[in-house]
Nanobody, 128 residues
Framework: QVQLVESGGGLAQAGGSLRLSCAVSGRPFSSFPMGWFRQAPGKEREFVAACDWSCSTTYYADSVKGRFTVSRDNAKNTVTLSLQMNSLKLEDTAVYYC???????????????????WGQGTQVTVSS
């Protein structure tokens, strides 16, 4: 059973940076697409970034393009998905979730419905 655990959230000032990580466990060969989503208070969950098994193909929400970078480390027996967040804005404040599509023929996707395994989320708060 695949499990995802996020880390790296916290408090940052506007204009600052944070790096989120998502550790994958429970599957020795992890070639499935993964993504980052976020949910701010009172708002629906929204797509942030996603990549295929090697991050040779990446997608970004327009609101984070040029500021956020998704990457992936497929080391032996472990997979870590990262999100480098630079030039943070107040509107980036949200709970950030890591997600994976572990279906047999999963393709990198921006739709939350395409992902079937989710982490517990990590809070990112940007202050002025």
């Amino acid at each position: 059973q695949v499990q995802l655990v996020e880390s790296g959230g916290g408090l940052a000032q506007a204009g600052g940076s944070l790096r989120l990580s998502c550790a994958v466990s429970g599957r020795p060969f992890s070639s499935f697409p993964m993504g980052w989503f976020r949910q701010a208070p009172g708002k629906e969950r929204e797509f942030v970034a996603a990549c295929d098994w090697s991050c040779s193909t990446t997608y970004y929400a327009d609101s984070v393009k040029g500021r956020f970078t998704v990457s992936r480390d497929n080391a032996k027996n472990t997979v870590t998905l990262s999100l480098q967040m630079n030039s943070l804005k107040l509107e980036d404040t949200a709970v950030y979730y890591c997600a994976a599509d572990v279906s047999p023929y999963g393709m990198v996707n921006m739709a939350a419905s395409a992902y079937d395994v989710w982490g517990q989320g990590t809070q990112v708060t940007v202050s002025s």
